[in-house]
């Protein structure tokens, strides 16, 4: 989506087109069981007294409803993709509404598993598309996180360089100082040259404002060379 904000609809609409595109491509494929999906399954199940109770209890249901989606294949244990972009929409539903942290880092923990499953069951013709699907969507959600925070510019769709600073920083285990994420740079562009003058109502800010709007001390031709 091409746009000047990132406002609600803006949003929406993104998350829409890209969504449409990765639940296509899930439909039409099947996610093998792999070892390790089978091995992270059962240690899921194995640590789940090691949860409180209001956490254990959904993530055991999640993990019986998994192991009953998969059907037997010409490979072993297999899931539709249908049955497996649904339990990931449910599994994303859940670990927004929630207000625990546990049952939330669980919840992300098992989606994360499952995603990893069915990245390595994709066929090659969709392989590429999908990666590029699933990093849009990632992307996405770091633009949604910047916007996210409170003020009129947060409301009208305008992502600050601080806020989007802070959401790659994030989205990739702080791994911003090295370099880490797709909009790295313009984070940093954003951080030495786009951030607003530090001295609000001073000098500088007054004259910053009267650049803008062709105002001070100038000639005609002075303020044409300043805009």
Not at 52 to 79: D, K, N, S, W
Not at 91 to 107: C, K, Y
């Amino acid at each position: 989506v091409n746009s000047d904000v990132a406002t609600p609809d803006v949003l929406t609409q993104a998350r829409q087109t890209i969504g449409g595109g990765i639940g296509a491509i899930a439909n039409r494929n099947t996610m093998t069981v792999t070892p390790q999906l089978d091995s992270a399954l059962t240690q899921i199940a194995n640590d789940l007294p090691l949860l409180p109770a209001e956490a254990a209890g959904p993530v055991g249901a999640y993990v019986q409803r998994i192991r009953g989606m998969m059907q037997p294949g010409p490979t072993g244990p297999e899931i539709a993709g249908t049955s497996y972009r649904q339990m990931d929409s449910q599994l994303g539903r859940a670990i927004r509404g929630t207000a625990n942290g546990d049952l939330r880092q669980a919840l992300q923990n098992l989606r994360e598993e499952l995603r990893l499953a069915m990245d390595a069951s994709i066929s090659p013709q969709d392989a590429a598309e999908w990666a590029q699907l699933r990093r849009h969507y990632a992307n996405l959600m770091v633009t949604a996180r910047a916007t996210g925070g409170a003020g009129a510019a947060a409301a009208e769709g305008q992502v600050s360089p601080l806020a989007l600073r802070s959401a790659v920083n994030q989205s990739t285990g702080r791994e911003y100082v090295f370099g880490a994420g797709d909009q790295n740079q313009l984070a940093r562009a954003g951080q030495s040259v786009l951030r607003a003058p530090p001295d609000s109502g001073t000098a500088g800010r007054t004259s910053a404002a009267n650049l803008l709007t062709l105002s001070g001390g100038v000639g005609s031709g002075g303020r044409i060379g300043a805009a």
